[in-house]
């Protein structure tokens, strides 16, 4: 199977409005864990999903938007560092 048809498979586990465990996301796919957290680290690169610990939450259009701007932005005058926006040093 293609990472593409992975991530999206994943993806669409992950509930809306509430926070799935990794855990809780091997055990509905079928994957192995290291299958699983490949998939989540390439969906949080691209600003689909947060990881926060064991807990994975779908991002809002919102905070899709808010995180790419800041992540792509060179005049932005902050940064996120593990989940926490920053002013840039």
Known sequence: MKSEEI????????PEKSPVTISKLIETSGFDRETVESSLNRLE????????GETVN??????????NE???????????????IRIKK
């Open 7 to 14: 991530d999206w498979a994943i993806f669409h586990m992950i």
């Open 58 to 67: 779908a991002l809002s259009i919102e905070d899709m938007f808010m995180i």
């Open 45 to 52: 690169n691209n600003c689909l999903i947060a990881v926060m």
């Open 70 to 84: 800041i992540k792509y932005d060179k005049n932005s005058l902050v940064e996120i560092e593990n989940g926490i």
